[in-house]
């Protein structure tokens, strides 16, 4: 009936490109549902935004990827089974997860957070390697990377978050309203970040956001999501033309 | 000037031992922000293992007959290792099946994991302080001392504080150099952010459990031969220790440190001086009631203890 269920079906191309794939996932917080039936796809190197409103089911969507909420249904990564895994071991196969309102660790500093970001690794000069490379990247991170987290600004701190995440060398990155609290023109910037470490780094990324312009400026395709179910996916550029996401997301 | 020196070594001496309980009470406060009410009876029963090896069976004879002081040691590492893992084996199934964010049924076990490891020591060793005594980890007869002007420095109370310091060494170390130390500051900082870096939280809150074990272990074993082993011993140092722990700030180690030691002066120098005057007098009975007012003053003018970020919450 919905256009989602019609690319279900249809999305049996024996594509190896697919990095994450959600196959009819339902999730409820008691008895309420928040997620129904959802499935959505995340092309190898690209970036897939899921936009909605609040309470629209985003956040669950990306913590039942990570198996943080109980749900069913099958999450595949590169083709893998990972729905049943706990956090821990999806996290070491490859899914790295930046939360809403940042997820830094505010007691410690700016350095061992990324120590901690690169927690599943075993390879020590490797780890060095990255905390330098984020710190020339990123100045203002390596000039305060003896400050604990918590006294950075917000941009900053959304900074670090993602350099977090990205220190476990992730396969797919879940970024989970990553302009949450920023003013725009931080937004703008950090968004700018994210498409650049796509291209730069090839990191697969899945957007969730109401921000949606933004979003769908850096995105190769998007869906929408309202009350848990999936409503509309096509590609970006479509969507920000598309008549019935200008006038819900984009201000008409 | 003599008698301020040597309430100033007594103080130091039990302050350490409070900073030993205090310290392992903010391990766990810490990492799941609630207090385990069981710590001190955890202590008590590792000082018993303690004593089982030491004095009531023979197996570590073998290390030496004349040198108790070594036996002693070998006794308490051992007895420091069965409660690190008596506590792994609690935090497994008594408290990590619990909702993290529920306090009350976690604060409830430890509540009844008290009595329970309290009547168990009861009933296994019966409640008189026991003979022969728990020996010590350091010289403790009475002309074990050196004199300092004529104040009088037992080589215990050195030892003691000495070995809380060493101890705290090996837990800034472990906690701020080690991979499984990173994984428990984060834990302690942000538990869903920590499981989504991989983090195994429940094997971090385990080696917290743990660590808050042996810590408190030791501190027991060390203040064993002054209160004279017996089950209820440490009933009143936990009081101490919580005393401690809230002036220094539930949340900094440093802080349960620090406390210990000004909770130690100043049921010593502070109790010792004020009752002298006689309409306090009463004091001398009652001693925790200055400590009590000390932590009041403390937290009046700042909430969260000396060297706490989080205010206390009520449980």
């Known amino acids: 009936m919905t256009i989602a269920e019609t690319e279900t079906a249809g999305a049996t191309s024996s594509s190896p490109e697919i990095m994450l794939s959600v196959n009819g996932i339902e999730a409820s917080y008691g008895a309420v549902q928040v997620l129904r039936d959802l499935s959505l796809e995340v092309p190898k190197g690209e970036v897939v935004v899921v936009l909605g409103a609040n309470g629209a089911g985003k956040t669950t969507t990306l913590r039942a990827i990570c198996n943080m909420v109980t749900c069913s249904g099958s999450v595949t990564l590169e083709g893998h089974e990972i729905g049943k895994s706990n956090t821990a071991d999806i996290v070491n196969r490859g899914v790295a997860h930046v939360p809403q309102g940042r997820g830094t660790f505010p007691e410690l500093s700016v350095k061992d957070n990324l120590y901690v970001g690169a927690y599943t690794r075993g390879d020590k000069d490797g780890v060095e390697d990255d905390i330098d490379r984020w710190f020339t990247k990123y100045p203002v991170l390596g000039e305060r990377k003896d400050q604990t987290a918590g006294s950075l600004s917000g941009g900053e701190q959304q900074m670090l978050a993602v350099s977090r995440a990205l220190m476990s060398r992730p396969k797919v990155l879940l970024l989970d309203e990553p302009s949450l609290g920023l003013a725009p023109i931080i937004i703008e910037d950090l968004f700018q970040t994210f498409k650049s470490i796509n291209e730069e780094e090839g990191t697969t990324m899945l957007v969730v956001e109401q921000n949606a312009n933004l979003a769908l400026d850096i995105a190769n395709k998007g869906y929408v999501l309202e009350a848990g179910e999936i409503v509309l996916e096509g590609n970006a550029k479509d969507l920000q033309n598309d008549p019935a996401v200008q006038e819900a997301y984009l201000g008409g | ?315």
């Open chain 2, 1 to 315: 000037m003599t008698l301020l020196l040597q309430r100033i070594f007594d103080g130091l001496t039990t302050g350490a031992i409070y900073a030993a309980v205090a310290v392992a009470l903010v391990l766990i406060f810490k990492a799941t922000t609630l207090i385990n009410f069981a710590q001190g009876e955890l202590a008590m029963i590792g000082a018993f293992f303690g004593y089982v090896f030491a004095v009531q069976t023979d197996v570590l004879d073998f290390i030496s007959e004349d040198d108790t002081y070594l036996k002693t040691w070998v006794a308490a590492i051992i007895a420091m290792i069965i409660s690190a893992i008596l506590a792994l084996i609690i935090e497994r199934v008594l408290v990590r099946p619990f909702d993290p964010t529920d306090h009350l049924p976690v604060v409830l076990i430890t509540l009844g994991l008290f009595l329970i490891i309290n009547a168990m020591a009861g009933e296994i060793w019966n409640y008189q302080a026991q003979s022969p005594p728990m020996p010590g980890l350091f010289p403790n007869n009475f002309d074990d001392l050196i004199m300092v002007g004529e104040a009088r420095l037992f080589y215990d109370a050195m030892g003691i504080v000495f070995t809380l310091l060493v101890m705290l060494a090996i837990l800034f170390f472990v906690l701020n150099r080690t991979k499984m130390g990173l994984a428990f500051r984060a834990v302690s900082s942000n538990t869903e952010s920590a499981r989504l870096v991989g983090v195994r939280t429940g094997r971090v809150l385990g080696f917290g459990w743990a660590l808050a074990a042996s810590f408190g272990t030791l501190g027991a074993i060390l203040v064993a031969p002054r209160l004279s082993l017996q089950p209820n011993m440490m009933a009143v140092v936990l009081i101490y220790a919580l005393t401690s722990a809230a002036v220094g700030g539930l949340d900094s180690l440093g802080g349960a440190a620090l406390g210990g030691v000004i909770i130690g002066l100043v049921n010593s120098v502070g109790v010792g001086y004020i009752s002298d005057w006689e309409p306090f007098e009463f004091l001398r009975a009652t001693p925790l009631l200055l400590s009590l007012i000390a932590l009041l003053i403390t937290l009046w003018f700042k909430p969260s203890g000396l060297f706490g970020t989080k205010a206390v919450e009520r449980v």
